[in-house]
């Protein structure tokens, strides 16, 4: 009978393994055809951002159905800084002429002169495009090639839908570097922590294969439920993919090398593994899903969209990291290792160990290193009382595109008059009413009917003040509150939009916030059959967001030059820390309540807990923090945001609240933290027994 057991386990051992990459293979066949979609349904306009509610979201909707469709609108800037001479403005005329010969206009471009004399601004609009993107683009790029400046003559190509062709360009260039980057970052990492020239690259192929498999995903989410597609949704899942994906990946690997040392039987020693460390990945993966699922409450199209792609990737890694990462483990078999094999048998080497060293510490005084770090965690979160107002579309980027050029250049030489219009929709049958009355509107310079159809009439309004200033927010809550709004109509652009953001997202971080606690703090009361704990941890990850925060908040503008913050940072940032701060903390608590049911007392399961995890959770927190700062140097001011304040919390999450506060905290509160759970009543029976030494964590060594 043992002689057949042997066998099975020998032949499930060769099979079990080829299968799972053989089911892999096909599952990237298949993931083929749609992943390579995935870029090409982006949608990156404010507008595609916007609940359909919204009052711009409308007037979109409208213009969209009036005649010829969406018109894309481009401002023409001719300057000269000693001021334009005669043949400036023949120059000017004669390339606005040959962009009214080469395209069909809405009406002939007028120039407008500004009062110093430096300046001819050319508004140029048309629906010849239609709702075609890449034709909206491609119209762009042929005005720019058209408009040239000549000896010190400066000619500039902006307006709404230059802005949109250089945001185009901008997202599209991020697939291709952001991958890059990341898988070069965590490249470098995984040979550094594992010292291995050929262990590295298991892991890092896996991730690929999960983000391939993310991307045909997230694409037929967009397919089949209208699931929106921004560039920041895809930069997000590839991070959360490698991100995540090496995290559980750097658990499983050290896990199954400690099991190699026990058991001779590669196929064994990862079934072992798999047992062990399965259920924490399992619950961790899980809360940072649930937490991310909460996204859909957002009513943001881009926050909302958010959640579902976020969910992809972390299930994608958890898929691949789960079942295609043990496959090539077990077929490359001890040599993967090389040169620091694990032998079958072997003892590892015994090495001081840092985080020993460091719960120490927080145990002989848990009391004053818990003060002290909340007073630190507290103090860095006043910072953000320093972060500046909404972030304007002109420091959108973090270079300037010839859009944003423009708009600064008509922003010097028309202070008197907006070079960015109001677009505003109103019922035709109330169209002159809607007119005469906007027109005596305080902070309206001029409007103009444009073109009627569908029951709509759409008016073009300008203010007498410059774009996304206090001065024309208040013009546009004046629209919506009176003329435009009593009769009926709506009132949208570029800086109506910016407006209907920042509600929104004022809005959902009421509605979301609750449900991302609510949902970690569910699954952790399960996990640790707890509440204080629960509590414990949601606690520390909410402070670690603060005071991200508030470093953000003492860094973006003193010392990146940054301009604002976009107002979806908070929330998105809040979500990301909690759901992944919370999964480091499922990976300490988690191991200290099995310390605890094994005998040991509260103080001496605390600190192994912190001995055993320690290595494995800095490991991760390294590579998670690192993948986030891709997007710190990415071309856009968002991201550059965010990717710093998850970076930066997860970091502060992983060498001060979880090495220091959380155990801290244990250790003071002793057995209540498992309150009202069974070991917070009865101590177990061998509690006063000491802990055995713990080796330093495989990840490190």
């Known amino acids: 009978m043992g002689a057949v057991q042997e066998e099975q386990r020998t032949r499930r051992g060769r099979l079990v393994p080829w299968t799972l990459l053989a089911m892999w293979l096909v599952v990237l066949a298949l993931a083929s055809p749609l992943a390579g979609k995935l870029s090409g349904v982006q949608q990156n306009r404010n507008v595609d951002y916007l609940p359909s509610s919204a009052d711009s979201t409308q007037v979109a909707k409208v213009q969209d159905r009036l005649p010829g469709g969406e018109s894309t609108d481009m401002v023409v800037v001719y300057h000269r800084d000693g001021g334009l001479t005669e043949a400036d403005r023949r120059t000017a005329a004669g390339q606005i002429d040959e962009i009214a010969a080469a395209h069909k206009l809405s009406a002939p471009p007028r120039a407008i002169p500004s009062k110093d004399g430096t300046t001819l601004m050319y508004p140029v609009s048309t629906t010849e495009p239609g709702q075609d993107k890449e034709a909206k683009n491609a119209l762009v790029e042929d005005v720019r090639e058209t408009v040239r400046g000549t000896d010190g003559l400066t000619a500039e190509v902006g307006g709404r839908a230059g802005v949109q062709a250089d945001s185009g360009k901008v997202f599209e260039s991020l697939d291709g570097p952001l991958l890059y980057t990341t898988v070069a970052v965590v490249a470098v990492l995984l040979i550094l922590i594992y010292r291995s020239p050929l262990l590295w690259l298991v892991p890092l192929l896996t991730a690929g294969a999960a983000n391939f498999a993310a991307m045909a995903a997230a694409y037929g989410l967009h397919a089949w439920f209208g699931t929106t597609v921004t560039g920041a949704n895809n930069g997000m899942m590839t991070i959360l993919v490698f991100g995540a994906g090496t995290d559980y990946a750097l658990l499983l690997v050290s896990r199954y090398r400690e099991e190699l040392r026990r058991i001779e039987r590669p196929y064994d020693a990862m079934r072992a593994a798999l047992r062990g460390c399965g259920p924490a990945v399992l619950a961790s993966s899980g809360t940072v899903a649930a937490g991310l699922l909460c996204l859909l409450a957002a009513d943001l199209n881009s926050t ?378 009865e101590p177990p029976a061998r509690e006063n027994r000491p802990a055995p030494p713990v080796q330093e964590p495989a990840a490190l060594r």
């Open 304 to 681: 909302r969209g958010m959640g579902p792609f976020g969910t992809v990737g972390v299930l994608s890694a958890l898929l691949a990291m789960m079942t295609l990462l043990p496959a090539l483990l077990v077929l490359l078999g001890r040599r993967v290792f090389w040169p620091l094999v694990p032998v079958f048998g072997s003892e590892p080497k015994q090495r001081r160990s840092v985080f020993a060293a460091m719960g120490r510490s927080a145990g002989r005084r848990p009391v004053t290193v818990l003060v002290v770090g909340a007073a630190v965690l507290g103090a860095l979160a006043l910072g953000a009382l320093n972060l500046q107002g909404s972030l304007k579309n002109e420091n959108s980027f973090i270079d300037t595109p010839e859009s944003i050029a423009a708009a600064r250049t008509l922003a010097t030489a028309y202070p008197e008059l907006s070079s960015q219009p109001i677009d505003v929709v109103v019922p035709a049958g109330q169209a002159d009413q809607a007119l005469e009355r906007i027109r005596g509107t305080e902070g309206v310079a001029a409007a103009e009917p444009r073109r009627s159809g569908t029951g709509w009439t759409e008016i073009i309004v300008t203010a007498d003040a410059p774009p996304e200033s206090a001065g024309e927010t208040a013009t546009l809550h004046a629209l919506r509150s009176g003329p435009v709004g009593e009769l009926g109509g709506h009132v949208g652009g570029p800086s109506a939009q910016l407006i209907d953001l920042k509600n929104a997202n004022a809005g959902d971080r009421d509605v979301v916030v609750p449900f991302v606690l609510g949902s970690v703090l569910i699954v952790l009361i399960v996990l640790l059959r707890s509440l204080v704990a629960p509590l414990l941890l949601v606690g520390a990850v909410v402070a670690v967001w603060g005071a991200a925060l508030g470093i953000g908040g003492l860094v973006f503008e003193p010392v990146l030059g940054i301009e604002g913050n976009d107002p979806a940072l908070p929330l998105l940032s809040f979500v990301f820390l909690v759901a992944l701060g919370v999964d480091y903390g499922i990976f300490l608590m988690h191991r200290m309540r099995e310390e605890s049911l094994s005998g040991l007392a509260p103080e001496a399961a605390a600190l192994k807990a912190l001995r055993a995890t320690g290595g494995v959770i800095a490991s991760a927190g390294l590579v998670l923090a690192a993948t986030f700062s891709v997007l710190a140097g990415m071309p856009l001011v968002m991201l550059v945001e965010l990717g710093f304040v998850i970076a930066v919390g997860v970091l502060l999450d992983t060498f001060l609240v979880r090495t220091y506060l959380v155990t801290s905290a244990s250790v003071a509160l002793g057995r209540k933290v498992w309150w009202p759970g069974p070991l917070s009543k």
